[in-house]
């Protein structure tokens, strides 16, 4: 295990061997098997792109090989910070094949939270689209380089300006050269980061090892029925766990189905492309759901190859849950899960209550969850508490946070998910809230610790509180409570600042409420419940 991470003890690892649940390959090899088993099938389509699996394999053998030759090999961190494009997908594979590591940065990401993920992870590159939606990341890779002592190289997909251009690592066709495996990873190893929600001031690294992230996503797959004729729809931005692995790009990839990227998440697009490509899967948040259920009204297009939309990454709540199959003629699943690990579904044998009500439950028998009180001691079923979970593909630890760990953890290696849940008599997981300090906003997690920092920092601000306020579209907000050193500033000023400061779009507050205290804990905290309470805000 690379040094950093905390592997699972070595005999709970056994077991899971044993009970074939790990099986001993690796996502570099996997493609290989796939592409031999499926060559001329379609596996990737981009834009104007189509790419059968031979062609993916013999491309990312050909990454691979560019790879190398530029020195970045096992255990290297890359940071990738692409959206929803072709060569997220192949330049993955090529780390994998040569056991370097991706680390998976959100298109929203901006200086902040770049420049501690390179920083964190001692990358060695960072590779960026040129523009995305209107923003240039090539100055925002100057600002990191220069930061960041580790960092060697930039590549860019598209325009390169002072950078390397992505297509620099091709190289000609041809057979794979032996030594390009020689090297190459153990199931065991970490295969790629994953990043925290941030519920704790910036984004913490999640190590997936090719082992059990495998497994998640033949579990996955195989409760979602997914074969051959699957195909999915990339709605969400692929550095996503959801998108990723739930089961996502890879579990249909493993089947032979093909993977459509969407570069937006609007009905007019994404219908489009159903109704052209013949969709049967895909997964969105509820922000997302919303508009396509308005835009069904009113988009003329033919959905009726769609065959199940997952929806997650936060809550659903039931009325429009229930809107669900009559609007698109489909299969509603609800999706509860974390890059951390764990992953609930609901099953196609649900009736339409209990689909509607619950967020599913774990895909695997080995999946061990405990739901606690403040005290940690285990409450009934039907009571709410928070969750804690272990099995084959949660992480033990997060990377290089020792410190962190320590409390992230408890004693017998369960998780604390920080997410109040109860369960159901039969097994299922009905979400409640979180007790974590998070805002989730469209179904984007938002540290207040994070924010408050950042807000903190304006030269007119003696203190700053942040909480979620209940929003009918999005969820939650951001409201930001402020205490101010003189005159004000406003709302305007204080979104200027933090994007000043590099902080992404969909952090920044969206209403500000001005304070002359707080209220305080017995302890001297602030006490968020009554700060919420005074703003109008959700319970969370």
Same mark, same amino acid.
């Given at each position: ?51 059968? #699996?031979?062609?993916? &394999? ?49 298109? $929203? ?52 300006? !002072? ?11 041809? /057979? %794979? ?37 495998? #497994? ?8 979602? $029925? ?58 969105? %948040? ?40 009559? $609007? ?38 080995? &999946? ?6 403040? =005290?940690?001691? =285990? ?18 630890? #997060? ?6 760990? $320590? ?7 369960? #998780? ?45 601000? =003696?203190?700053?509180?942040? %909480? !979620? ?15 101010? /050193? ?29 304070? &002359? ?9 602030? &006490? ?13």
């Amino acid at each position: 295990m690379l040094e950093g991470c905390v592997d699972w003890p070595q005999e709970t690892a056994e077991r899971y061997r044993k009970l074939g649940l790990w099986q001993g390959r690796t996502l570099g090899g996997e493609l290989r098997d796939w592409a031999g088993r499926h060559r001329d099938r379609v596996a990737l389509v981009g834009g104007d792109r189509r790419l059968t #699996y031979g062609e993916l &394999d013999a491309w990312v053998d050909r990454l691979a090989r560019g790879l190398r030759a530029r020195g970045i090999g096992r255990d290297d961190r890359v940071v990738v910070q692409l959206p929803n494009l072709v060569e997220f997908v192949a330049l993955s594979f090529a780390l994998y094949r040569v056991g370097a590591l991706p680390v998976h940065a959100l298109p $929203a990401h901006r200086r902040s939270e770049v420049v501690h993920l390179c920083g964190h992870a001692e990358a060695v590159a960072y590779v960026v689209a040129d523009r995305y939606h209107g923003f240039d990341y090539r100055p925002l890779a100057g600002e990191v380089k220069a930061a960041v002592p580790s960092l060697r190289e930039v590549f860019v997909v598209g325009d390169p300006g !002072p950078f390397t251009s992505f297509e620099a690592l091709g190289a000609p066709d041809g /057979e %794979v050269a032996p030594a390009l495996e020689e090297d190459g990873p153990g199931a065991g190893d970490v295969a790629f980061f994953l990043l925290s929600g941030g519920t704790t001031a910036l984004p913490k690294l999640i190590p997936r090892t090719h082992d059990d992230y495998l #497994y998640q996503v033949r579990a996955a797959a195989e409760i979602c $029925a997914v074969d051959r004729d699957c195909v999915y729809l990339a709605v969400l931005p692929l550095p996503f766990n959801f998108t990723w692995g739930c089961p996502g790009v890879i579990g249909v990839l493993a089947a032979g189905g093909a993977v459509v990227l969407a570069t937006g998440t609007g009905p007019e697009e994404c219908f489009e492309l159903i109704e052209r490509e013949g969709v049967t899967l895909t997964s969105v %948040v509820p922000t997302i759901a919303h508009l396509w259920l308005d835009g069904v009204e009113w988009i003329d297009r033919d959905l009726s190859s769609l065959r199940t939309l997952q929806i997650g990454s936060a809550k659903l709540h039931p009325e429009v849950a229930r809107r669900v199959e009559p $609007a698109f003629g489909c299969s509603l699943q609800q999706v509860f899960g974390m890059a951390e690990g764990l992953l609930c579904l609901t099953r196609e044998d649900y009736d339409t209550e209990r689909t509607t009500t619950v967020q599913g439950s774990p895909i695997s028998p080995e &999946d061990e969850l405990r739901v606690v009180d403040p =005290q940690g001691r =285990q409450v009934p079923p039907g009571t709410a508490g928070e969750l804690l979970t272990r099995g084959p593909y949660t992480l033990r630890g #997060y990377y290089r946070a020792d410190e962190h760990n $320590a409390t992230a953890f408890d004693e017998d290696g369960f #998780y604390r998910t920080g997410d109040l849940v109860r369960l159901t008599e039969r097994g299922d997981v009905v979400v409640e809230g979180r007790v974590k300090d998070v805002i989730i906003r469209g179904g984007d997690k938002v540290s207040a610790t994070e924010v408050e920092r950042h807000v903190g920092a304006h030269e007119r601000v =003696q203190q700053a509180a942040v %909480v !979620p306020v209940p929003d009918p579209l999005l969820g939650e907000r951001v409201c930001v409570c402020v205490i101010p /050193e003189g005159e004000p500033p406003t709302l305007a000023e204080l979104k200027a600042f933090l994007t000043g400061r590099g902080v992404a779009d969909f952090k920044l507050p969206e209403r500000l409420v001005l304070m &002359d205290s707080f209220p305080l804990t017995g302890l001297g905290k602030v &006490d968020k419940k009554r700060l919420r309470a005074r703003t109008g805000g959700s319970e969370g």
